[in-house]
């Protein structure tokens, strides 16, 4: 399974950008989409994540600023990001989870996605 990203740049603070990443292969079903990001010298953590049935989870540090969608028919999932601050700078990866053919899972990763927020 191939996950493709798009849509990170630079932004000023407060500024918004909108992220996607769109799965392809051969894919039965996904569990789960999630967002995840690195800065410089700092451990991977999870941003945001959105269940099949469209359950949302967010890290504190993005809540009320941050929204995950996901597109089931495209096997898509979106990242739309508000009032960006200087600290949410950082490469945004995406996670994609689910099942290849009954009984067989994966669990796949994109390559990556900068996001700089700076004036």
């Known amino acids: 399974v191939q996950l493709v990203e798009s849509g990170g740049g630079l932004v000023q603070p407060g500024g918004s950008l909108r992220l996607s990443c769109a799965a392809s292969?051969?894919?039965?079903?996904?569990?789960?989409m999630s967002w995840y990001r690195q800065a410089p010298g700092e451990q991977r953590e999870l941003v945001a994540a959105?269940?099949?049935?469209?359950?949302?989870n967010y890290a504190d540090s993005v809540k009320g600023r941050f929204t995950i969608s996901r597109d089931n028919a495209k096997n898509t999932v979106y990242l739309k990001m508000n009032s960006l601050k200087p600290e949410d700078t950082a490469v945004y990866y995406c996670?994609?989870?689910?099942?290849?053919?009954?009984?067989?899972?994966?669990?796949?990763w994109g390559q990556g996605t900068q996001v700089t927020v700076s004036s």
């Open positions: 292969g051969s894919i039965f079903s996904i569990y789960v």
């Open positions: 996670n994609v989870r689910g099942v290849i053919t009954p009984g067989t899972e994966f669990d796949s």
């Open positions: 959105i269940t099949s049935g469209g359950r949302t």
